[in-house]
T-cell receptor, first 113, second 110 residues
Framework: SAVISQKPSRDICQRGTSLTIQCQVD?????MFWYRQQPGQSLTLIAT?????????ESGFVIDKFPISRPNLTFSTLTVSNMSPEDSSIYLC??????????FGPGTRLLVL | RKEVEQDPGPFNVPEGATVAFNCTYS??????FFWYRQDCRKEPKLLMS???SGNEDGRFTAQLNRASQYISLLIRDSKLSDSATYLC???????????FGTGTLLAVQP
């Protein structure tokens, strides 16, 4: 499976600021996704990062709050904008080469004060 | 009805025990099914895919019953290192959207 890294691994931010999370894969992959895992809960898909076009967002998530870029087949960013304490969560990217099985990055732990 | 439903546990079992987890899903059109394992403060890792014919990987056996929309995971001869949260995951539709269950916590005791 691909080696996936995320930066930063963790951060503590002030409310009202924005944080950009990077996801890097060591090989080209067909699909990249961004998930959120809130404390004590399971994973929820935020959006599918599409290479060369706008991301596809799930219900309850919007581009103004979570802008996503995917400039090539190995890299994507997720920005959490105008943060509030409710955004405190783990943010995970996942990748899929086949379009079926997904592998996850190590996650970014975000705490918003 | 929840999209993917699991018993949250915890399941506390002694080493060497056999333990089974169940999962139900609501979308009859779902095509792919997985079990992921998540250790505390770590990302989910794929344990195994689940096929209609059932599949086995060492001490782990997964079964799918499409008619009942039911997935199971059996762990034989439990090890301390099996302690983790086990996530039932369903590939929801042709867009490759994964829906995660809330997970079942397993604690294997010495």
């Amino acid at each position: 499976s691909a080696v996936i890294s995320q930066k930063p691994s963790r951060d503590i931010c002030q409310r009202g600021t924005s944080l950009t999370i990077q996801c890097q894969v060591d090989s080209q992959v067909t699909m990249m996704f961004w998930y959120r895992q809130q404390p004590g809960q399971s994973l929820t898909l935020i959006a599918t990062a599409n290479q060369g076009s706008e991301a596809t967002y799930e219900s309850g998530f919007v581009i103004d709050k979570f802008p996503i870029s995917r400039p090539n087949l190995t890299f994507s960013t997720l920005t959490v904008s105008n943060m509030s304490p409710e955004d405190s969560s783990i943010y995970l990217c996942s990748v899929s080469a086949t379009g079926e099985t997904q592998y996850f990055g190590p996650g970014t732990r975000l705490l918003v004060l | 009805r929840k999209e993917v439903e699991q018993d949250p546990g915890p399941f506390n079992v002694p080493e060497g025990a056999t333990v089974a987890f169940n999962c139900t899903y609501s979308n009859s059109a779902s095509q792919s099914f997985f079990w992921y394992r998540q250790d505390c403060r770590k990302e989910p890792k794929l344990l195994m895919s689940v096929y209609s014919s059932g599949n086995e990987d060492g001490r782990f056996t997964a079964q799918l019953n499409r008619a009942s929309q039911y997935i199971s995971l059996l762990i034989r001869d439990s090890k301390l290192s099996d302690s983790a949260t086990y996530l039932c995951v369903v590939n929801w539709d042709a867009t490759n959207k994964l829906i995660f269950g809330t997970g079942t916590l397993l604690a294997v005791q010495p």
